[in-house]
Nanobody, 125 residues
């Protein structure tokens, strides 16, 4: 059983920054991928970014490239999402998730089997 607990969401003005954290506990393996997804009202849940726990390779959605950075702290079993230059369209519930697929960066929600409870990010204009 794996538990994922997000923190760090909130309300910020456009152009501001937030950092989300996701603490991972429970049974994990050395080779897996952690992703950050988001879901805005009335929209599909979409992958924002993901990172391989083993080699640190990353993937970013085009909409956040150059603004968001994913990182991990292996010792703390925590993954972070640094969000800069936030825009109103970044407003959504953000979820961290774990994919057991270790040989590639999983990019669809169906490839992730453990999810956090979500944290709200609201960007005002």
């Amino acid at each position: 059983q794996v538990q994922l607990v997000e923190s760090g969401g909130g309300l910020v003005q456009a152009g501001g920054s937030l950092r989300l954290s996701c603490a991972v506990s429970g049974r994990t393996f050395s080779s897996y991928v952690m992703g950050w997804f988001r879901q805005a009202p009335g929209k599909e849940r979409e992958l924002v970014t993901a990172i391989s726990w083993s080699d640190g390779s990353t993937h970013y959605a085009d909409s956040v490239k150059g603004r968001f950075t994913i990182s991990r702290n292996n010792a703390k079993n925590t993954v972070y999402l640094q969000m800069n230059s936030l825009k109103p369209e970044d407003t959504a519930v953000y979820y961290c998730a774990k994919s057991p697929i270790g040989y590639k960066i999983a990019t669809t929600r169906y490839e992730y089997d453990d999810w956090g409870q979500g944290t709200q990010v609201t960007v005002s204009s």
